[in-house]
């Protein structure tokens, strides 16, 4: 379950990528994407979200950038949780 946690927002960005201009209309260049792709997926796709669908990183934009950030750090810190747990038991 994790693992598809981790790869699914990874996935939909290549999507987007491949088939629309949405990731290059929200950002300037071929760097952020790039580098949100291996660090922070969710954010970088919340980013292009309140840049394309809002009206920047303000009001709505921000909420959903804040929840995308949110979920990173969920999927990134509730991971190392479970290990410890288990090593643990």
């Known amino acids: 379950m994790v693992l598809l946690a981790l790869v ?3 996935f ?3 999507i987007l990528w491949l088939f629309t201009d949405y990731l290059s209309q929200a950002f300037g260049s071929f760097f952020w994407p ?3 792709f291996f660090f922070l997926p969710t954010t970088t796709m919340a980013y292009a979200v309140a840049v394309n669908a809002f009206d920047g990183v303000k009001g709505w934009g921000l909420v959903v950038l804040v929840l ?3 979920v ?3 999927l990134l810190g509730g991971g190392g949780r479970a290990i410890g747990r288990r090593a643990e038991s």
């Open 68 to 70: 995308g950030v949110m």
């Open 34 to 36: 790039f580098v949100g």
């Open 8 to 10: 699914t927002p990874r």
């Open 12 to 14: 939909i960005m290549v």
């Open 72 to 74: 990173d750090f969920g």
